[in-house]
Structure formats: C-alpha cells, structure tokens
C-alpha cells in the first residue's frame, strides 16, 4: 500500500467516525453521572454552596458537601449562571475541554514537537474519537477529560522542567500549578502530583522538585475553597471516609491495601468488549516497538510507566474511564508503532512483521474498532427525551407538584428539579443497604417515611434491589399505592390515611 493511499484511507476514517461522534451528541441521554456530580452546581448557585438533595440521608451532604470534584463543581455553577441549568450546559463542559485537548494535541505533538507526523496524527485522532471512553466521556459531566486535558499540558511543561536549563524552575512550578489542579477536579488527580515528583525525582531535578511541589500546593489549595469554621476537615474526613467502596485506606494496612489494588488492576483493562481490543492492541504495539518508544521517548515514557503504577497503587476502583488520565501518552506510543507497522518499517521488532503476528495484529485492530463501534452504538441510539418524562409525571400526578418531595431516578433532576421540592435519589436507598441490609421491601418504605417522600419512582434495577419487584400496579405496601408500572418503572403513592400492617396488601 503506498502512503498516499493508507493517508487518504486514514481519513476518510476518521471523517466517518468525527460525523457518527457529532451525530451521537444531540439528544445524548443523561448519564447518572451528570446528575450526582452536576446538582451540587445548582445548589451553589441557589443556596451560595454545594450540597445534595439527592444524597438527602447520607453524611448530611443535604446540609453540605465537601466531598466533591471541586473544579467541575465550579465549571458547572459558571456554565448554571449564564446558560441556565439543563442537561446539555453541564454536558458541553467536558466536550469543550475534548475539543480543546484534541486542537492542543495536534499543537503540541505535530507543530510545536514533531513527536508525530500527520499520518500518526490522523491514527491518534481515530483513536479518540473511536475509543469507547473518550467518545462516552467527553459528553458526560465528569472530571477524566478536564484531567486528561491538564495531564497532558503538565507533562510537556514537566518535560521542560527536566530538559531546559533556562527556566527550569519555573516550568516545575507551573507542572505543579497544573498538577494541583488536576487533584481539585478529582481527588484521584494526587496521582498526577505524584506522578509528576517521581519524574523529577529520577532525573535528578532537585531545584524543579521544590518548585513543582510548591505549584501543586499552589494549584490544590483551590480545593479548600469551600472549607469553614463549621464545615472544616472534620465534616470533610467524616464523608471522606463514610465511602461505600469498602474499606479505607485510614482503616487498613495501607501496603495490603496497595497491593490488593495493584493484583485487580488488570479488571481496568480486561473487563468487556469495550476495552479489551484497546489494551490487546497497546501490549502488541508497545512490546514491538518498546526499544524504539525508550530511545525516543525516553520522559514520556518513564512519566506513563510511573503514572500507570500510582494510579494501580492508589485507585480501588478500577473503573475504565480513568485510564484517560493517561491515555494521550498510550495513544502516541500506539499510533506511532502501529505507523511503522503499517509502513513496514524496521523501528521495530522483527517478529511484528510475520505472517503469524500480522494476521493477529489485523484481528486485535478489528477487535479494537468492533467492540468500540457497538458500545458507541449503544450509547448514540437511545435519545433523551424530557417531555416524555414530564407526560408520565402530569398524568400521574395531580396538582401543584412544587411542594412534593419524591424518591427517583438521579437523571429526573432533568429538567423535573424545577417541579419539586425536593428529589431524592434511588441511588441513595442501594447506598445505605451497604450498611443497613433491612433497607429492602417494607424496610426501603419505612426508610422512605422517614423521610416524608411523598411519591416513590423506581427504575430497573432499583426495583428490584429495593424489593419493590412483585408489586402490581393498585398494590400497596404499608401506606404506599402502586399507581404506576411499566417493566422499566414503578410509582408509588404515599397515601398518608391508610395504615396497613400485613405487609402486601390489595388497597
């Protein structure tokens, strides 16, 4: 295949996949995501500080919350005020750090750097645009793309720092700045920090590392922005450390609880189709081309290495989407491996070029686009539709709704958070089951009369989770009418005059 032709191939390619990407973003459904973290924003914006109607019950985030993904937070509460609150202003956060990420990467690799030339470029930008994460987490509100974008900067000023005799310093504070910053959009971003120190450390950059670890106190001290007298480290720590995700570090042997986390760490990679072809598709293209990636990108690749093994270290949830802190720097060792592949060229092992490993370098690539396409496939089809959803609420409930408190799904805060009181999240009864396991049937009824909800909404699989499964539509439940159901959802009534003892009962 001549170059002219795999160019003109590649794209093509990549103009598909950027069609079917804009193709998928309107009418793109909310994500539980965009609720949990977007409804503290709304909060600040009316109430002048983040708290969680729909955590109600839990570490009192109704009261206040200094658990959160500060700078998303902020980002949010700024995009509130001037665009409104709806599903798609706290969606275009994230889709504009995408855009913003994808216009500096092209700065930084092909015009400034020379890393890549445009062919691996144009593979590069197949990449983000076809890899499941990245085409499901750029138009979701959550803080891995805004951390991906602050990584990769931070890494080409960290290299600075370790290159330069002019300015190093100076380039280690800003890395740091950028560092710190990372850490105020997730907590999980101290492994940047982390990351970031190590470099330094290994090259013997003692000035720089003083300077970086003054920036990333610099950039992470905008995470205390919100702490007080009342709400200081105390409240902090008690939700910190109040997390349903098991055991904490505080309160296990904290090399158990590293090396626990190193030995799953392979879940991130291996979990379903979605990313399996992704990482067969890295360990090829890494192995084969590793002598050649350690010549030429000798800081890059000890700053991945080190950042992989902090974030294995550190993050007990292995949860795919936070392999996009690293993955500019996976992308660029594939893209330019998988180039020299494609071209025949030498740069890399000889065993790559065979006939054998060919056949199975073409099916991981096959493997790599199927399973991405069909998961973005599933992400695109089902459209958001509010209207469909306000129809359900005025049929089935009457009247003035502004004074009603209700249980239902996190999503429903678009655009219903207008038309109640209060809206407290199904998420927060299968969060307290994790340490309450009455909290199902006639217990998640009671737990719900503590309350005073009014009416009850359940989607799949919280009716089951909650034992509301075998319920018929005119069946109650204590004092709670089954007035609504569909195989996907259930509404309840509170029905204040009726006391019934017997459990399931016909009204």
Not at 59 to 72: A, F, V, Y
Not at 134 to 158: A, D, G
Not at 317 to 340: E, G, T, W
Not at 449 to 476: A, C, H, R, T, W
Request: hydrophobic letters at 50%; charged letters at 20%; proline letters at 2%.
């Amino acid at each position: 295949m001549s170059l002219k032709l795999l160019y003109r191939l590649l794209f093509a390619f990549l103009c598909i996949q950027i069609a079917f990407y804009i193709y998928s973003l309107p009418g793109r459904e909310p994500d539980i995501d965009d609720a949990w973290i977007g409804e503290p924003a709304y909060w600040m914006l009316k109430d002048g500080h983040a708290r969680s109607e729909l955590m109600r019950g839990w570490t009192n985030q109704d009261e206040r919350i200094l658990i959160h993904h500060k700078l998303m937070t902020l980002l949010g509460y700024s995009v509130v005020k001037v665009f409104g609150f709806s599903l798609y202003s706290f969606k275009s956060v994230s889709l504009f750090f995408f855009v913003f990420f994808l216009i500096i990467f092209y700065y930084l690799t092909v015009y400034r750097k020379k890393i890549l030339n445009r062919r691996q470029f144009l593979i590069a930008a197949i990449f983000f645009f076809t890899f499941h994460y990245t085409f499901k987490f750029s138009f979701i509100f959550r803080p891995e793309i805004l951390m991906m974008f602050l990584t990769f900067i931070s890494f080409f000023v960290l290299e600075r720092a370790v290159r330069d005799k002019n300015n190093s310093i100076s380039f280690g504070l800003i890395a740091g700045i950028l560092s710190g910053l990372c850490a105020v959009a997730h907590l999980n971003g101290i492994a940047v920090i982390a990351a970031g120190g190590i470099l330094l450390l290994i090259n013997r950059k003692w000035k720089q590392v003083i300077s970086f670890s003054i920036g990333s106190i610099v950039g992470f001290s905008l995470y205390f922005y919100d702490f007080s007298m009342e709400y200081g480290f105390a409240f902090w720590k008690n939700q910190l450390f109040q997390s349903v995700m098991g055991e904490s570090p505080e309160k296990a042997n904290v090399f158990i609880y590293m090396a626990n986390s190193l030995l799953k760490e392979h879940m991130r990679f291996f979990h379903d189709g979605s990313i399996i072809g992704f990482s067969l598709l890295f360990i090829i293209m890494f192995t084969a081309g590793f002598r050649y990636l350690k010549t030429k990108y000798r800081i890059m690749l000890q700053y991945t290495i080190i950042l992989m093994i902090i974030v294995a270290l550190l993050f007990t949830q292995k949860s795919r989407q936070y392999i996009l802190i690293y993955l500019p720097f996976l992308v660029i060792f594939i893209s330019v491996c998988l180039d020299k592949w494609l071209c025949s060229r030498t740069d890399l092992s000889a065993w790559i070029y065979k006939k054998g490993w060919n056949i199975v370098v073409v099916l991981v690539i096959l493997s790599f686009v199927g399973g991405s396409e069909y998961y973005n496939y599933r992400t695109t089809k089902n459209k958001f539709n509010p209207t469909a959803v306000r129809s359900m609420i005025k049929t089935n409930i009457k009247g003035n709704t502004s004074e009603l408190k209700i249980v239902a799904p996190m999503e429903f805060i678009f655009n219903e958070i207008l038309y109640f009181k209060s809206i407290q999240g199904e998420r927060l009864y299968t969060t307290l089951q994790q340490f309450d396991k009455t909290i199902t049937g006639k217990g998640f009824i009671e737990k719900a009369q503590s309350f005073e909800i009014d009416y009850i909404i359940l989607s799949k699989p919280y009716i089951d989770n909650l034992g509301m499964g075998k319920l018929e539509k005119e069946e109650v439940i204590l004092n709670y009418r089954v007035v609504y159901r569909s195989p996907d959802l259930i509404m309840l009534k509170n029905e204040a005059e009726v006391f019934l003892t017997g459990g399931l009962q016909k009204q």
